[in-house]
């Protein structure tokens, strides 16, 4: 529906350039009392933990391995030969359960199962 107050052969007033004062309001506009004090703190902690990860040398990884530089491959290279290969079983039943003869149903996989004791290197608090 057209405009009736619409003349096509009046001409359109001049377009005013904004100055400085208009800009700053506009800039400001819509924002709340604290904006620019939230936003100063929140740059804030982003140095400060940016400083304390440089600190700590912590780099965040996907893989979750350390560095390169702190990897120790001769030790670990030593403790491959020394100990025998570790396999991964499921617990399925605690027979005993909370006494010094308690005995663990555990079952490895496409192997077999087996009831065994603890390990020396091994708490019962870590078996779930």
Same mark, same amino acid.
């Given at each position: 529906? $057209?405009? &009736?107050?619409?003349? $096509?052969?009046?001409?359109?007033?001049? /377009?005013?350039?904004?100055?400085?004062?208009?800009?700053?309001?506009?800039?400001?506009? =819509?924002?709340? $009392?604290?904006?620019? &004090? /939230?936003?100063?703190?929140?740059?804030?902690? +982003?140095?400060?933990?940016?400083?304390?990860?440089?600190?700590? =040398? /912590?780099?965040?990884?996907?893989?979750?391995?350390? &560095?390169?530089?702190?990897?120790?491959?001769?030790?670990?290279?030593?403790?491959?030969?020394?100990?025998? $290969?570790?396999?991964?079983?499921?617990?399925? +039943?605690?027979?005993?359960?909370?006494?010094?003869?308690?005995?663990?149903?555990?079952?490895? +996989?496409?192997?077999? +199962?087996?009831?065994? =004791?603890? =390990?020396?290197?091994?708490?019962?608090?870590?078996?779930?």
């Amino acid at each position: 529906m $057209p405009d &009736p107050d619409f003349n $096509p052969d009046e001409k359109e007033a001049p /377009i005013k350039a904004l100055d400085e004062t208009d800009i700053a309001f506009l800039k400001n506009y =819509g924002l709340g $009392p604290y904006a620019a &004090p /939230i936003k100063k703190v929140e740059e804030d902690i +982003k140095s400060i933990q940016k400083k304390v990860n440089e600190v700590c =040398g /912590i780099k965040e990884s996907d893989t979750g391995l350390a &560095p390169p530089s702190r990897w120790d491959l001769v030790s670990d290279k030593q403790m491959m030969q020394e100990e025998q $290969p570790l396999q991964v079983a499921r617990c399925t +039943k605690i027979i005993n359960p909370g006494t010094d003869e308690a005995k663990y149903v555990i079952n490895v +996989k496409q192997i077999a +199962k087996f009831v065994v =004791g603890l =390990g020396d290197k091994v708490a019962p608090t870590d078996i779930e």
